[in-house]
């Protein structure tokens, strides 16, 4: 198999009308329902709507493993660009035969262009249904603000053997999800879509971040599974990613943007 190293560029642009007006007062615009203390410390840990205001852009390198309904895996090396305020990310690649661009906005739309080969539709589903879960985990804990997704409860769990605090979320097309915060340390360390029982239909995806030299936190890895007959983390891996050499920028141009070289150089 090939390895996929992914080269990330974030614009940190939360919500729309972006970060200009935050303040010590700045989580007042949201409602963020009963789990609003949770959530701001959730927020606050990796660096806080005022920590990520002057942020122009965090660049990364990743390797990403796509795995199908068989447990194949699917790898490339890409080169990423995500707009957290605009919603849309994009992909550089390439492949065996060829190189592809691809770009997902919110929305779900998908815009392959391809030179050297005709992507098909299970191709360009797949990597649009990749490129979004990136984009949304990407967010982390910063998908409560004003993304459409909104906090009706809390409770104490315990998951992994560790204690956690999980939010209940359902977003605005009717799609439960559970945020899991660490119970001492508030940061997020799971997420499940739709299922949040073992036996249940959805996803359970595992956290892991780590802090820039700024004191920001980005996602280290993220680990996404089907949810086991017996456990959340029991089922076979959709999507794996992880993340180093996370570098945080405060220039407000974008570098620019080519198909990776060979060996993986910048």
């Not at 203390?37 to 990743?62: D, F, K, N, S």
């Not at 996404?224 to 007959?229: A, L, Q, T």
Request: contains cysteine.
């Amino acid at each position: 198999m090939r390895g996929v190293y992914v080269a990330v560029v974030v614009w940190l642009g939360l919500v729309s009308g972006g970060c200009g007006q935050l303040g010590p007062g700045g989580y007042d615009r949201y409602d963020l329902g009963p789990a609003r203390q949770v959530i701001i410390a959730g927020v606050e840990v990796i660096g806080g709507l005022e920590g990520w205001r002057g942020v122009g852009a965090v660049e990364a390198w990743a390797l990403v493993s796509s795995y199908d309904q068989d447990g194949a895996a699917s790898i490339s090396r890409q080169k990423q660009l995500i707009d957290l305020r605009g919603g849309k990310i994009t992909a550089w690649a390439k492949a065996p035969q060829g190189r592809w661009k691809a770009t997902v906005d919110d929305s779900g739309s998908c815009q392959v262009k391809a030179h050297g080969f005709s992507p098909d539709e299970r191709f360009t589903s797949r990597l649009g249904e990749d490129l979004s879960t990136i984009l949304h985990c990407a967010r982390g804990p910063m998908n409560l603000l004003g993304r459409g997704e909104h906090a009706l409860n809390l409770r104490r769990s315990k998951v992994e053997g560790g204690d956690v605090i999980r939010v209940g979320v359902l977003d605005d097309d009717g799609t439960p999800w559970a945020y899991y915060f660490d119970a001492t340390s508030h940061m997020l360390r799971f997420v499940t879509r739709s299922g949040d029982r073992p036996g249940e239909d959805g996803t359970f995806t595992t956290f892991e971040y780590m802090m820039t030299p700024n004191g920001l936190g980005f996602p280290k890895r993220i680990r996404i599974v089907r949810i086991g007959e017996h456990i959340l983390n029991g089922g076979k891996c959709v999507l794996e990613a992880e993340f180093s050499g996370v570098e945080v920028s405060r220039r407000a141009t974008l570098p620019a943007i080519d198909f990776p070289r060979r060996g993986g150089e910048k």
